[in-house]
């Protein structure tokens, strides 16, 4: 190696060298100079965390201003999910079977009496020592926490076996009213009455709790409600024996009525993807475990009830351990408006009664109206009253129904699914489902309020053309009656004739044959009126749209016209010969429809807002549930709600008055005849608050008919009209109106007045946790029971 | 078999006035450079381990221990005459070999490597000591060789550099191997071997990476830092790399960058006072002289580091014979490509290897052991004239 070489190749040596301290400095620059402000930021946020502080939701009242939805404190259980997955296996199963041990003994402490679920410093009463976990069979917490009245406190400790009168039980202890799905055990609200012992936590309900995808594995996951003071202070105090545990004090939605009103109230539930999309928004922001409303007031009314979450922002080491707060960054969480509903609580409990009542008084009957096998069954039913005069929502109801209170501290899959799951559906009837908005009911005779109408809006008839009813009516004149199968012609729903009538008593006598006859004109007469002239003067009362009633999942309901039908009949046959067959109107089919059978599709709400709108004199009112918002620390409202009119029903001189008279007449055994309810009211007092109303039988092949009645009252200036339901439970006069005698009758009692219905010493008075007991409601009215056809 | 010194001895009295005396030759500016880095490597070992009130010293004391260890250690370097330690080579490489076998028996697992020998309170780490070894045998077979290297005996030199870099691989230890295989290539281009052999080397050597990477040789997490180098620009990652090592490389960009043009001030820079960054007090050491001190402090230590690779390449020019300019060259490469790993990968322009930055850096081993390569360097300068 020469020397020039050797110097050649320390000349190369050290250019390298020079190179690389030049690269350095050069990212050095940049590092310092030229992106410092983006690191100087990310070591502030670094160094800080951010605690979010939950805001409590606002509350839900009724008309009188009784809470009926709001929180209350729980002591949850909560396991860290990220620990937890690093524990090893068998360290995680002596976890978990621990844990479910200490969780079972503490049941049954506070089953027994012997310890207290509710966080003594927290809201609600005070003297509660029963409030407890309620259960389903299968162990999963539901968190029912009806703070039970003062006096309720029992240590009552049930040998099993023997027969306890319910009502002297713990509230949370009786078995849940008739109608009520508590889950996979209970699934349709025919559970039977039994105690309701809690049943043991186990390591596998544990597990299947903590990988439920439902929860963020971000945050604790939680795994009971509603612990008693002393588990959590044994926890605290063994912390290494049960690690990843935490137990925390949080708050928990309460429904104060139990069962009562839960379509309307809704439920809450973590948050979903598709709700953040929907609902996520800076000013309140949804965490990924946040609660929302998932149905009912608490959806429709979401973005009022939530609260605005506040924030605490720490200073901390590496070790994410807190060093101070940075007191500039604090938000004081500020809790969400409340919401005034236009409900009365003691009506909405006198309708659920007598939905649960009837029901069962009809279920496994025979009668005039159940005449398929098995007898009567009903599988559900639902009700609505409204005030005619705003359009207010005074009670609505659905059978069967749900405790919101279930949902609260998550439900398991399985008794969700066992009330949901669309393939189950005739085995728990859909107790999830509003009936009362959701529910498309073909209205039966009900629907001849707006048959009437529209023939007297179309010219067909007036109020004082008489008609001979014989019991049948031709369509066309050489039909032979003797045929049965023979489809021209149709007869009265009682086969018998009427004799001469006339439009208001054709209605109090719900003389079918008077309506085929007002279809049929109507079908020859649609050069003039139109195909669809009827359907018109139907649709003018808001029936074949949906209502706008503040709540998520209303249907539109159905006036079926021939444009309609001839797409639905190509829909359903591939058969371009059928479809062309079964497409096509004719008179027959306006008969159906004028008598509310065929496909009308109505739903109670829609009912009761077109009884309503008669009521008033022909005024259409949205239904209204939400009158007032207010936010939480003072009493002035930042929202009031009128009342909005959505259409106007045009009467003639005369008309009203007809149909008026019809009405009247269908509660009495009067001028107009025999009511086709008079024998559910021929004790009742019509001076004092005159109902009237209309019944209906809606039929369907081979199955027992469907019960219906439309009412309003004091007929001279109504105060409240109503529309009921109950599927196959027989005539309108057997399920559906006595529901109706029995609101009517408390109303009457007092005059009219819902305030006085409210006062604490009212027998009518909606008690604290909604329950009662189904028997008893049963024979609190006892119908006089002589059904007539409709 | 080494070179035979010529020693001139000179009459007593004369010593003092004698030009070419080692004394008068001994390198201040490297020694003053060192020196000072040396302290600022206390001060921010002391800056990252102290934590809260009350402040905790152990680490300061015993770095301060080490340096002072391995001032003693340099000057006793120095004071042998190098040619007889390049003639002891053989014994110190052959100790080398056996210290890296033993610790793959006996050593001690820590942070997934097999190199440590715990022994009491302090841990010794041979693979540092393996870099030395390659230096001084490299020097001693090349010296041998006169720059007339064929094939056979590039074949030996490559042997002497391969066994260690293999031991230390299966430990293992990719930093420390990567430096030696720095140093060897260095050494190779300093010895003479011709151009061609070393291109081929070159194209060798990148293979054999690809080997080693695509074997199971290096585990898991080393591999994730080599991902996270490549990856770090890009904003999806998992959880578990957003906890790891990503995070370690994010930790440390973030506390040099947010230290600016003059840093937060000594002892006060928020990230090193809260332990922020991970293996802050030895890897990562660069971080806290760019949090505290800014691009003042850490260029200025950039700059030092500059000016001591400056002099070490200088006492290369100057020596007097090539077995000083090998011993030179071999601890030039050794220093220049651990204090640009270090520095790199603290910045992100380097993947993570586990090297410590000399003198700075926390440890005993690493800190003696750049001690005595700097008492070697010290040792050709002073006997530059004799």
């Avoid at chain 1, 795994?223 to 959590?232: G, H, K, Q, R, W």
């Avoid at chain 2, 230290?259 to 050491?285: A, C, R, S």
Wanted: proline residues 6%; negative net charge; glycine residues 10%.
């Amino acid at each position: 190696m020469t020397r020039s070489d050797s110097r050649a190749r320390h000349t190369v040596l050290g250019i390298v060298a020079l190179s690389l301290f030049a690269a350095l400095f050069t990212r050095l620059w940049y590092l310092q100079v030229l992106t410092t402000d983006q690191y100087d930021q990310a070591a502030a946020a670094n160094r800080t965390t951010t605690v979010i502080l939950e805001a409590p939701r606002g509350k839900i009242l009724d008309r009188h201003g009784n809470v009926l939805v709001d929180n209350r404190r729980t002591i949850q259980v909560q396991v860290d999910y990220q620990d937890f997955e690093a524990l090893d296996p068998p360290d995680q199963s002596d976890l978990l079977r621990r844990l479910a041990a200490e969780l079972t003994a503490d049941q049954v402490r506070i089953d027994a009496g012997d310890a207290s679920a509710n966080d003594p410093g927290g809201d609600g009463p005070a003297e509660v020592a029963t409030g407890a976990e309620a259960e389903g069979p299968d162990g999963e917490e539901e968190g029912a926490p009806t703070p039970g009245e003062g006096d309720e406190e029992g240590t009552t400790t049930t040998v099993p076996g023997e027969e306890v009168d319910p009502a002297t039980l713990p509230l949370d202890q009786r078995p849940p009213p008739a109608g009520v799905a508590t889950g996979a055990s209970n699934p349709d609200g025919q559970g039977e009455t039994r105690q309701r012992l809690s049943t043991p936590v186990t390591e596998e309900i544990l597990r299947e709790r903590i990988e439920d995808v439902r929860y963020s594995k971000f945050k604790p996951v939680p795994v009971a409600n509603d612990v008693s003071e002393e588990l959590e202070i044994y926890l605290r105090e063994n912390a290494e024996r049960f690690p990843t545990v935490v137990v925390e004090r949080v708050t928990a939605r309460n429904y104060r009525y139990g069962a009562l009103l839960a379509h309307v109230l809704g439920y809450v539930a973590p948050v979903s993807e598709a709700d953040l999309e929907q609902f996520q928004n800076d000013r309140k922001r949804y965490e990924n475990d946040d609660e929302i409303g998932k149905d009912g007031i608490e959806r429709e009314m979401e973005r009022d009830l939530r609260g605005t979450p506040g924030r605490i922002v720490y200073e901390v080491d590496a070790r994410n351990q807190p060093i101070r707060e940075v007191e500039d960054l604090r938000r004081q969480p500020v809790p969400g408006d409340d919401v005034f509903l236009t409900i009365d609580i003691n009506v909405q409990f006198l309708v659920e009664k007598g939905l649960a009542g009837e029901i069962a008084r009809q279920t496994g009957r025979r009668s005039d109206g159940c005449q398929a096998e098995p007898p009567c069954e009903p599988p559900g039913g639902s009700s609505v009253a409204l005030n005619p005069q705003t359009g207010e929502v005074l009670a609505m109801a659905s059978y069967p129904t749900y405790d919101p209170n279930l949902f609260v501290g998550g439900i398991s899959t399985r008794d969700y699914q066992a009330m949901a799951d669309e393939e189950r559906k005739d085995v728990h009837h859909d107790p999830l489902l509003n009936r009362a908005i959701a529910g498309e009911y073909s209205p039966g005779s009900t629907f001849k309020l707006f048959s009437a109408y529209a023939g007297l809006a179309t010219g067909q008839i007036t109020p004082a053309e008489p008609y001979n009813d014989t019991g049948v009516y031709k369509y066309r004149a050489d039909c032979d009656t003797t045929v049965e199968t023979s489809n021209c012609f149709k007869r009265n729903a009682g086969r018998n004739p009427n004799g001469v009538v006339r439009l208001d008593s054709a209605i109090t006598v719900s003389s079918d044959t008077y309506f085929y006859q007002l279809g049929h004109r109507a079908w020859l007469a649609k050069d003039t009126i139109g195909e669809e002239g009827l359907q018109e003067a139907m649709r003018l009362w808001g029936l074949g749209s949906p209502t706008g009633v503040d709540l998520p999942g209303e249907r539109a309901g159905r006036i079926p016209d021939p444009d309609w039908l001839w797409d639905y009949s190509h829909e359903l046959n591939d058969n371009p010969a059928d479809a062309e067959e079964r497409g096509t109107w004719n008179a027959g089919i306006s008969g159906n429809t004028v008598i509310g059978q065929g496909d009308v599709g109505a739903t109670p709400l829609q009912m009761a807002s077109g009884y309503a709108t008669f009521a008033n004199g022909g005024t259409v009112w949205r239904p209204q549930l939400v009158y007032q918002v207010t936010s939480f620390d003072n009493d002035t409202p930042t929202m009031l709600l009128a009342p909005e009119q959505t259409g106007t029903v045009p009467f003639q001189p005369g008309w009203h008055e007809a149909m008026a008279s019809g009405f009247e007449g269908v509660t009495q055994a009067g001028p107009n005849g025999r009511g086709t309810a008079y024998a559910a009211f021929s004790d009742y007092d019509q001076a004092a608050f005159p109902v009237a109303g209309k019944t209906g039988t809606a039929q369907a092949t081979n199955r027992n008919d469907t019960s219906l009645f439309a009412a309003y009252a004091p007929v001279a200036s109504p105060t409240i009209a109503m529309a009921t339901v109950v599927e196959f439970a027989g005539f309108g006069s057997e399920a559906a109106v006595p529901i109706t005698r029995r609101v009517m009758d408390a109303l009457a009692s007092v005059g009219g007045d819902l305030a006085r219905l409210n006062e604490p010493t009212s027998r009518y008075r909606a008690p604290e946790g909604g329950w009662f007991d189904v028997e008893a409601a049963q024979e609190e009215f006892v119908p006089t029971v002589v059904a007539t056809a409709d | 078999m080494a070179t035979i010194p010529v020693t001139r001895r000179r009459p007593l009295a004369s010593l003092r006035h004698d030009p070419s005396a080692m004394w008068h030759h001994v390198d201040w500016v490297l020694a003053g450079c060192l020196a000072a880095i040396s302290v600022l490597g206390v001060l921010m070992v002391y800056s990252s381990t102290r934590g809260p009130e009350p402040h905790d010293t152990l680490y300061l004391q015993r770095q301060v221990l080490y340096v002072a260890v391995g001032l003693i250690a340099a000057a006793a370097v120095a004071l042998i005459d190098y040619h007889r330690i390049v003639d002891r080579a053989p014994i110190l490489y052959g100790g080398t070999l056996v210290l890296l076998l033993g610790v793959m028996v006996v050593g001690r697992e820590q942070k997934g490597t097999q190199g440590w020998f715990a022994l009491g309170p302090f841990q010794l780490q041979p693979s540092e000591f393996a870099k030395v070894a390659v230096v001084l045998g490299f020097a001693y077979l090349a010296t041998l060789f006169h720059g007339d290297i064929d094939l056979r005996r590039l074949g030996a030199l490559l042997a002497v550099g391969a066994v260690p870099i293999a031991l230390v691989l299966l430990q293992p230890d990719l930093g420390t191997a990567l430096v030696s295989v720095v140093v060897t290539f260095a050494m190779l281009v300093a010895a003479g071997v011709r151009g061609r052999f070393l291109v081929l080397l070159g194209i060798g050597a990148v293979l054999f990476a690809a080997l080693v990477l695509s074997s199971g040789v290096l585990d898991t997490y080393q591999q994730d830092r080599l991902t996270v180098f490549a990856t770090q620009e890009s904003a999806s990652r998992t959880l578990e790399e957003e906890r790891g090592v990503a995070y370690n490389l994010e930790q440390s960009k973030i506390a040099i960058g947010s230290g600016g043009l003059q840093g937060k001030g000594l002892f006060n820079g928020p990230l090193t006072m809260d332990d922020w960054v991970p293996e802050q007090h030895t890897d990562f050491i660069f971080t806290a002289v760019g949090e505290e001190l800014g691009l003042v402090g850490a260029g200025a230590l950039i700059a030092a580091y500059g000016v001591v690779v400056w002099r070490i390449w200088r006492t290369a020019q100057l020596a007097r014979d090539d077995t000083g300019t090998l011993l030179c060259l071999g601890v030039l490469a050794m220093f220049v490509f651990q204090i640009f790993q270090n520095i790199g990968m603290t910045m992100g322009i380097m993947p993570i290897t586990g090297i410590p930055l000399p003198f700075m850096s926390y440890g005993g081993s690493s800190t003696v052991m750049a001690f005595i390569a700097m008492g070697l360097v010290l040792n050709v300068h002073m006997r530059r004239f004799r």
